[in-house]
């Protein structure tokens, strides 16, 4: 399903500027609005809407990158690749700044690379954490991963299997900023300890 946006614009359900349980190292972690897979025990259902969320420039998303203290963005969901022609384009233009890219997709790398337009997207990746959250396959020994079908793929040299980082447990954040509580973090899908 195509999102109603124009090129230059994402679609964004929630911006968290400073994060290290959203992928490796400092991240600027950015839920974008929309998606059809529509997981059992989806740990974010109110982002599966396209018609949620706020239009951002992808400019303006460059500009709170380099505003942050990050070393990395992480791209979230809803579904990352819905909105894939202007992710690639922000995900391009941080990565032209130095930072490094994860994205969390309920797509798995076959399937992405089966479509037409995933490609440059997945060009612009550094770290892809893929497949659907199964409910039933829960996955207690990894970190950032919900369910074992899920894979981490390395698709650049940026990061390595054998760092320390991706073997440390999952951590979970919450925060209270003007009034509103945000948590995000371990993978809901498994509860809380």
């Known amino acids: 399903m195509k999102l109603p946006l124009v090129d230059d614009e994402i679609r964004v359900a929630v911006e968290v500027k400073d994060t290290d349980t959203e992928g490796p190292g400092r991240r600027y972690a950015i839920w974008v609005q929309g998606c059809t897979l529509h997981c059992p025990s989806c740990c974010n259902p109110e982002y599966l809407t396209p018609k949620g ?111 320390p980082q991706f073997s440390e447990p999952d951590g979970v954040e919450l925060r209270l900023d003007n009034g509103v509580v945000t948590i995000n973090g371990r993978p809901w899908g498994r509860g809380l300890p």
């Open 53 to 163: 969320g706020t239009v951002t420039s992808i400019a303006e998303l460059v500009e709170r990158v380099e505003a942050s203290a990050s070393e990395g963005i992480s791209l979230l969901g809803g579904e990352p690749f819905e909105q894939a022609g202007p992710l690639a384009r922000f995900a391009e233009a941080v990565r032209a700044r130095g930072y490094s890219v994860t994205i969390f997709s309920g797509y798995t790398l076959a399937e992405l690379r089966e479509r037409g337009d995933a490609g440059p997207l997945l060009a612009a990746c550094d770290l892809l954490i893929d497949g659907r959250y199964d409910r039933d396959k829960p996955d207690t020994t990894r970190r950032w991963i919900g369910s074992t079908n899920q894979e981490l793929h390395f698709l650049s040299d940026r990061y390595s299997p054998s760092d």
